[in-house]
């Protein structure tokens, strides 16, 4: 039997009635007992700026946040697109988690990609970016299923209920993720 392994969902919008939120705590709800899933807080990070790390004047929560990534044993990242890319507030927790160069706490951890849209590409765009930066960070970024959710707005109902088609297409998420995740820790 597996331990309990801890994984940080990090969302890419701070919109409080975000649909990337919404599907972060889909997957909580869906998560499987051996898995405590968790939204990690990205917001509150200044902009990066290497200043910091180079005369080791660093913000407290850039120490507080890359300790909480550094505990994780996986990380999945749901993301809307803006502008056919990834919002600055989550390429923001990439670039903190990553620096000092040498020391970054994201590398040799499995993850995944979740992005969604208003509009018929579901993310696509953003999730692509995001790929290239999660590669550049060395993250095991899992390849299939690939989650492009379109028409994101859609699939809720008026009470913030995802609808059965979305939740049966993110169980299937859940159970590849598991499966890719058991590879790095075996």
Not at 162 to 172: F, M
Request: aromatic letters at 10%; one cysteine or more; charged letters at 25%.
């Amino acid at each position: 039997m597996m331990d309990k392994k801890h994984i940080g969902i990090f969302v890419g919008s701070l919109r409080k009635e975000a649909f990337s939120k919404k599907i972060a705590e889909q997957l909580i709800a869906l998560s499987p007992e051996n898995l405590t899933l968790e939204i990690i807080p990205i917001g509150q990070l200044a902009l990066y700026n290497q200043d910091f790390d180079d005369h080791d004047e660093a913000p407290e929560n850039y120490k507080e946040f890359r300790e909480s990534v550094k505990k994780l044993d996986a990380c999945i990242f749901v993301t809307p697109e803006y502008n056919r890319g990834v919002p600055a507030v989550l390429k923001n927790a990439i670039d903190v988690a990553s620096r000092p160069g040498g020391k970054g706490v994201w590398g040799k951890k499995p993850g995944a990609v979740i992005s969604s849209s208003p509009g018929m590409l579901g993310g696509f765009g953003a999730n692509h970016h995001l790929r290239q930066s999660l590669t550049s960070v060395n993250i095991y970024t899992m390849q299939q299923p690939e989650i492009y959710l379109s028409q994101i707005g859609k699939a809720f109902d008026e009470n913030g209920k995802l609808d059965e088609r979305t939740t049966e297409y993110l169980k299937k998420f859940m159970t590849a993720f598991v499966d890719w995740c058991t590879i790095f820790w075996k």
